[in-house]
């Protein structure tokens, strides 16, 4: 079993601070995906990195995948309340079309 | 117009009944999932159907039963509702499957409460 974890699991911070929130793994992956999930929504796709040391930038999110494709970080600059939400990484776990989340970092940005 | 829907967005039952989740995509993907979110946020495949033939079975028990009646919906049966199957069911769909997957697109889920 391919499994994700994510740390920290739960991020409080203030408006205005940056944050890096972590996905490692023992095993290596072809690509790894980030989503974003607000409450009471599905998750939403961020970004799939698909080559080792591949930075990938969505405004003030940098996502990074790690030479050896083992884990990815996701790093936020300036943080605002609408980046509250729950980040989930997800990577192809071998069987057909199926695809393993990890267990999500909860963060939480006060005005 | 909503990409993947699900109907109930909330279900409130006694164990033991019987309940349906409905999921459409208006999407023209040819995979569709069904995922379910336990009150820790963990997200864990349940079933997946490509072009209505059911491809992943991710040792569910035989009470939950998919039904892929053509490729834009799969609902979800569940019998002999349980304490322990209370959680939010996600639906999702992807253009492909296989090793090439790529983005999966949620439907907002349906919380099942079970009394």
């Known amino acids: 079993t391919q499994l994700l974890e994510q740390s920290p699991q739960f991020l409080s911070i203030q408006e205005g601070e940056n944050l890096t929130v972590y996905c490692n793994s023992s095993?290596?992956?072809?690509?790894l995906q980030w989503y974003r999930q607000e409450p009471g929504e599905g998750p939403v796709l961020l970004v799939t990195?698909?080559?080792?040391?591949e930075v990938k930038k969505l405004k003030r999110l940098t996502f990074q995948f790690g030479d050896a494709r083992k884990d990815s970080s996701l790093h936020i600059t300036a943080a605002q309340p609408g980046d509250t939400g729950l980040y989930l990484c997800?990577?192809?776990?071998?069987?057909?079309?199926?695809?393993?989340f990890g267990a999500g970092t909860q963060v939480v940005v006060t005005p | 117009d909503t990409a993947v829907s699900q109907t109930p967005k909330y279900l409130v039952t006694q164990m033991g009944n019987d309940k349906s989740i409905k999921c459409e995509q208006n999407?023209?993907?040819?995979?569709m999932y069904w995922y379910k979110q336990d009150s820790k946020k963990f997200l864990k495949i349940m079933f997946s159907?490509?072009?209505?033939?059911?491809?992943i079975n991710e040792t569910v028990p035989n009470r939950f039963s998919p039904k892929s009646p053509d490729k834009a919906h799969l609902n979800l049966h569940i019998n002999s509702l349980e304490l322990g199957d209370s959680a939010v069911y996600f639906c999702?769909?992807?253009?492909?499957?296989?090793?090439?997957?790529?983005?999966?697109?949620f439907g907002e889920g349906s919380r099942l409460t079970v009394l």
């Open positions: 999702a769909s992807s253009l492909a499957g296989g090793p090439n997957t790529g983005e999966l697109f």
């Open positions: 095993s290596v992956f072809s690509s």
């Open positions: 990195v698909v080559t080792g040391g």
């Open positions: 997800a990577g192809p776990a071998g069987s057909w079309g199926k695809l393993q």
């Open positions: 999407l023209g993907h040819d995979t």
């Open positions: 159907y490509n072009n209505k033939e059911l491809i």
